[in-house]
Nanobody, 124 residues
Framework: QVELVESGGGSVQAGGSLRLSCAAS????????MAWFRQVPGKDREGVAV???????RYADSAKDRFVISKEPYEPTVHLLMNSLKPDDTAMYYC??????????????????WGQGTQVIVSA
C-alpha cells in the first residue's frame, strides 16, 4: 500500500519562501511520477508541478519562475521550493504519485495516490 506524507506547510508573508516535502512509502516501482497540486475552498484542485523518474519536470504557469520541484535520487521523496510567495498561493497543497514512465501531466485524474495535504497561508 502506497502512502504519501507531506510536510513543510505553514504561514509566511508575501515575498517569502517555503519548502514542502513529500515522502512516499510502499512505492516500490522504479518508474513513477510525483506531483504537487493545490486547492482552495470552492475551487477545483489545480496542478502545480510534476517530476518523473527521468528528472523531467513540468510547471503550471502560476508556478513558473517561482517554484522549483525536485526529487531525491534514490528514494521516492519530492520537494517543492516556493519562492516569492503571493497571497494567491494560499491553499491546501497535496502530493500525488503515479506509477509509470515519462509521465509529466498535471491532470489530477492521472494520479493514483494522494497525500492528506499541508496548508500554506501567505499573508499580504
Amino acid at each position: 500500500q502506497v502512502e504519501l506524507v507531506e510536510s513543510g506547510g505553514g504561514s509566511v508573508q508575501a515575498g517569502g519562501s517555503l519548502r514542502l516535502s513529500c515522502a512516499a512509502s510502499g512505492l516500490t516501482h522504479s518508474q513513477y511520477s510525483m506531483a504537487w497540486f493545490r486547492q482552495v475552498p470552492g475551487k477545483d484542485r489545480e496542478g502545480v508541478a510534476v517530476v518523473n523518474s527521468g528528472g523531467g519536470k513540468r510547471y503550471a504557469d502560476s508556478a513558473k519562475d517561482r517554484f522549483v520541484i525536485s526529487k531525491e535520487p534514490y528514494e521516492p521523496t519530492v520537494h517543492l521550493l516556493m519562492n516569492s510567495l503571493k497571497p494567491d498561493d494560499t491553499a491546501m497543497y497535496y502530493c500525488a504519485a503515479v506509477v509509470g514512465s515519462w509521465i509529466l501531466t498535471l491532470r489530477q485524474g492521472t494520479f493514483d495516490y494522494w497525500g492528506q495535504g499541508t496548508q500554506v497561508i501567505v499573508s499580504a
